[in-house]
């Protein structure tokens, strides 16, 4: 971080080589696209290191914005499935097709209260352990247990799934 702030070119490298790979694999398992999930990280960095010189833990920021990246990614297919269901609405329906089984996992996900969902996507999609997602999110690990435990019970329910 040090390095960063001196502008040292190097560190900036180092930095993306180190965290550029894990980055993009976790956006490409949220959005579930190569190509946009390459475009999200890469995004990420850019807004990381034009504030890179007021930041202590640079790494937690990076996942933070590509977490909002991909919330507003999720918006707008939410509305490209909409626009197209109106447009394909009048065509006659399948009848092998059950609407009522097929579950949107990221609608679902988005239903979560932020604090629930940034914990939750850190943890199950980034594969972060509940002490680095408490740092990154700056909450005690409890906290994060917490969170974790309502977001799994509130996926549950949404889904109908039993109380183990």
């Known amino acids: 971080v040090a390095r960063l702030r001196t502008g040292d070119r190097e560190a900036a490298a180092e930095l993306f080589n180190a965290c550029y790979p894990r980055l993009a694999g976790w956006v490409r398992r949220l959005v579930d696209d190569d190509e946009t999930a390459h475009e999200i990280a890469s995004e990420a960095f850019t807004r990381l290191l034009s504030r890179w010189s007021g930041l202590d833990n ?23 499935r909409r626009a197209i269901r109106t ?13 009522a089984q097929d579950v949107d ?16 996507l850190l943890h199950y999609y980034g594969g972060f352990p509940v002490r680095e997602v408490a740092v ?10 917490a969170d974790l435990h309502h977001a ?12 183990e």
């Open 58 to 80: 640079p790494q937690s920021y990076l996942y933070m914005i590509a977490t909002n990246l991909v919330r507003d990614h999720w918006r707008k297919s939410g509305r490209e």
């Open 87 to 99: 447009l394909t609405a009048a065509a006659p329906r399948d009848p092998a097709y059950q609407p």
């Open 105 to 120: 996992v990221r609608a679902l996900i988005e239903t979560l209260p932020p604090r629930q969902r940034s914990a939750f």
């Open 136 to 145: 990154m999110l700056s909450s005690p690990e409890g906290t994060i247990k």
């Open 152 to 163: 799994r019970a509130q996926l549950k329910a949404a889904v109908g799934a039993p109380d």
